[in-house]
């Protein structure tokens, strides 16, 4: 079994769980992958979400051997036996759970902000994560919770080996999983995207689930049909909800979302090989939901026309269909927009933004290639941030080019140490608050401003 992603691991994930719904459980993810497929799990059940924050208890000079673990509400489940193999002195064991317990409260702080911890006592509370490799964490994870009260531990994953399922079942009531393959080397390989989930997409969606009991997502939210039927999207209408979208016509799908008050819509242009799933678009979308900005994903090309990858590199259609996207979104939510451009994805804003009836009010570009949007790059009005690697020595090039030629209000900002997918520690939060200060900058409050549902 292989997941496209951490959203689709939850969905996935969510139907092997139905018969918890009766149970009405406490869904807690293990940060900071395990939150993105908690939140669906959560969705799916209508069960309220949280995390579930831990930290192994190591063995002075022998840290990766855990002899307790800790978790909020003054929980510590300590291993005797450990304890005494490795030798470990009152002194140790308090040294190093004070340095732990400043670390645990100082993750639960930034992830659930002011928000209580979710009650467990009494509860099923149903423990998830993104995967299982050695299932230290897990196990430490179902002990804490059991400690906090609950009457009943379920722990679940997408993936994990044989052996530590096995292992963990000692420690939870039931342990489901949807894979247990064998031979297993890691995580990773069982997804086709495992980029790292950021601080901000954690705290995002723990927002959101916050917005009320059964209804995680933010106000005026939910998927978009929009029929972009004609050349390159000229015309066409927006139907919520699986409605809509002419006979023959060109259909393509996005989700929507709104938070309330929202004063201006991030419109999201993905690049080659990605899509409205991409679990970095996500992150940075997610940021910005936080700082009360509106987001629309979408995908640019059909599924068949990805299979093409010719398709991904034709920028006129792409911004044809931006565009088209674009004015379909107007009809529905009156407020100033902006475009977010990954990759490919980045030409087809820029030049989209460069259209003489445009209006768009900001772009920023990760990781872009603008010099894809040719001699329309000029033309772009809206102010622009180019978002770059400093180890993405081709593109930082392309975008220093790019830099010039823009006649806009525009800037480059260079991540120290990043490659092309921003997938090293802390690259992508960087993008994100970039990203969100540019929008929040830029992006002028509309008349629909301050009305969110």
Same mark, same amino acid.
């Given at each position: 079994?292989? @997941? ?20 009405? /459980? ?12 908690? %939140? ?20 002075? %000079? ?16 300590? !291993?005797?036996?450990? &304890? ?26 930034? %992830?659930?902000?002011?928000? /209580? ?10 423990? +998830? ?8 964490? =897990? #196990?430490?994870? *179902? ?6 009260? =609950?009457?009943? +531990?379920?722990?679940?994953?997408? +993936? ?16 489901? *999983? ?7 080397? !890691? ?14 997409? +954690?705290?995002?969606?723990? =927002? ?20 972009? !039927? ?20 060109? #259909? ?12 201006? &819509? ?8 990605? !899509? ?7 992150? &940075? ?12 994903? @979408? ?12 398709? &991904? ?26 475009? @977010? ?66 006649? *806009? ?45």
């Amino acid at each position: 079994m292989l @997941f496209t992603d951490r959203t689709d691991a939850g969905l996935r994930l969510a139907r092997a769980l139905r018969q918890l719904e009766g149970e009405h /459980p406490v869904v807690l993810g293990l940060p900071r992958g395990g939150v993105p497929v908690a %939140f669906e799990v959560a969705r799916a059940l209508g069960a309220p979400l949280d995390v579930i924050v831990v930290r192994k208890l190591g063995v002075p %000079f022998h840290p990766e051997l855990g002899f307790g673990a800790i978790g909020e509400g003054g929980v510590r489940v300590i !291993s005797e036996e450990i &304890v005494r193999r490795g030798g470990v002195t009152e002194e140790d064991a308090a040294a190093v759970e004070r340095a732990e317990e400043a670390e645990l409260l100082r993750r639960a702080r930034r %992830f659930r902000a002011d928000r /209580p911890r979710q009650d467990l006592d009494g509860r099923t509370a149903l423990v +998830v994560d993104d995967g299982i490799a050695t299932g230290a964490t =897990a #196990e430490a994870a *179902c002990a804490v919770v059991r400690a906090q009260g =609950a009457a009943r +531990v379920v722990l679940a994953v997408p +993936v994990a080996p044989p052996d530590a399922v096995a292992r963990l079942r000692t420690g939870a009531d039931e342990v489901v *999983c949807l894979a247990t393959p064998h031979p297993f080397s !890691s995580v990773g390989e069982w997804y086709r995207d495992f980029s790292q989930t950021s601080d901000e997409e +954690v705290v995002a969606l723990l =927002a959101r689930a916050a917005d009320g009991p059964g209804h995680p997502r933010p106000a005026r939210n939910g998927e978009l049909r929009l029929d972009l !039927s004609g050349a390159g999207g000229a015309g066409g209408t927006a139907s919520e909800g699986g409605t809509g979208g002419g006979a023959g016509g060109l #259909e393509v799908v996005g989700d929507l979302v709104l938070p309330k008050g929202a004063e201006a &819509v991030v419109v999201f242009a993905h690049g080659s090989g990605s !899509s409205r799933h991409s679990p970095r678009n996500r992150s &940075v979308a997610a940021a910005l939901n936080g700082a009360g900005l509106g987001t629309l994903l @979408f995908d640019l090309l059909t599924p068949a026309e990805e299979a093409d990858r010719g398709h &991904v590199f034709d920028i006129g259609t792409l911004a044809g269909r931006l565009a088209g996207a674009t004015r379909l979104l107007r009809e529905r939510v009156p407020l100033p927009i902006g475009y @977010f451009g990954a990759s490919t994805g980045a030409a087809a804003a820029l030049r989209a933004a460069a259209a003489a009836d445009a209006d768009i009010g900001a772009v920023v570009s990760r990781g872009g290639r603008p010099d894809l949007a040719g001699p329309r790059l000029g033309g772009v009005r809206a102010p622009t941030l180019l978002i770059v690697g400093g180890h993405d020595t081709t593109v930082l090039a392309l975008n220093r080019r790019a830099a010039a030629e823009l006649t *806009c209000e525009n800037r480059l900002e260079i991540v120290p140490g990043a490659t092309h997918l921003f997938e090293e520690p802390g690259a992508l939060d960087t993008v994100a608050e970039l990203a969100r200060d540019w929008f929040t900058a830029h992006l002028p409050a509309g008349p629909g401003s301050g009305t969110g549902d």
